[in-house]
């Protein structure tokens, strides 16, 4: 939705891009740290993203346009 690589996405959050990479492996809700996936979700909040529905039954995402 913000056509951002996973080494931008890495670098907006402060983790590593193979973090970000692993976590695209993964199907379902990632398994990881809290501090790294929240780090992810602040970030993506910041730029707009707004993440709706429940995780593990309906997930979604809506883009705020700025």
């Avoid at 890495?10 to 199907?27: D, F, H, P, V, W």
């Avoid at 993506?44 to 883009?63: K, M, Q, S, T, Y």
């Amino acid at each position: 939705m913000l056509g951002w690589s996973a080494v931008e996405l890495a670098k907006r959050c402060g983790i590593g891009s193979t973090t970000i990479k692993r976590y695209e492996l993964q199907s379902g809700i990632p398994v990881g740290t809290t501090k790294v996936l929240s780090a992810i979700q602040e970030t993506l909040e910041a730029e707009g993203i707004e993440f709706i529905g429940d995780p593990r039954v309906n997930p979604g995402v809506i883009l705020h346009l700025k």
